[in-house]
Nanobody, 121 residues
Framework: QVQLEESGGGLVQAGGSLRLSCGAHGRAFSINAMGWYRQAPGKQRELVAGITSGGNTNYADSVKGRFTISRDNAKNTVNLQMNSLKPEDTAVYYC???????????????WGQGTQVTVSS
């Protein structure tokens, strides 16, 4: 079994910072792209930031310049540093990863359980 485990999140005032972390746990896999998505109440899930295995990144326009995604390939982790948080950043944040299952010979998409980020004004 392979699973993504998230940590971080919580309640912060506007202008503050939070750091989210996500680790992939299991056996016999390699990681391709990783990313963070978020879903606010009544809205669709949206991509916040993504990072390829080679380190190329992309960000939603709404978070450019404020959020930074990074990954540690040796530890199978991806992080999201969130600075200058705004109330509109309030959402459940989900880790996402495309994992190549070595034993199965297929790439599968995995999601974390989600972590709440609440930014107060």
């Amino acid at each position: 079994q392979v699973q993504l485990e998230e940590s971080g999140g919580g309640l912060v005032q506007a202008g503050g910072s939070l750091r989210l972390s996500c680790g992939a746990h299991g056996r016999a896999f390699s990681i391709n792209a990783m990313g963070w998505y978020r879903q606010a109440p009544g809205k669709q899930r949206e991509l916040v930031a993504g990072i390829t295995s080679g380190g190329n990144t992309n960000y939603a326009d709404s978070v450019k310049g404020r959020f930074t995604i990074s990954r540690d390939n040796a530890k199978n982790t991806v992080n999201l540093q969130m600075n200058s948080l705004k109330p509109e950043d309030t959402a459940v944040y989900y880790c996402n990863a495309d994992l190549f299952r070595i034993n199965l010979g297929v790439t599968q998409t995995y999601w974390g359980q989600g972590t709440q980020v609440t930014v107060s004004s």
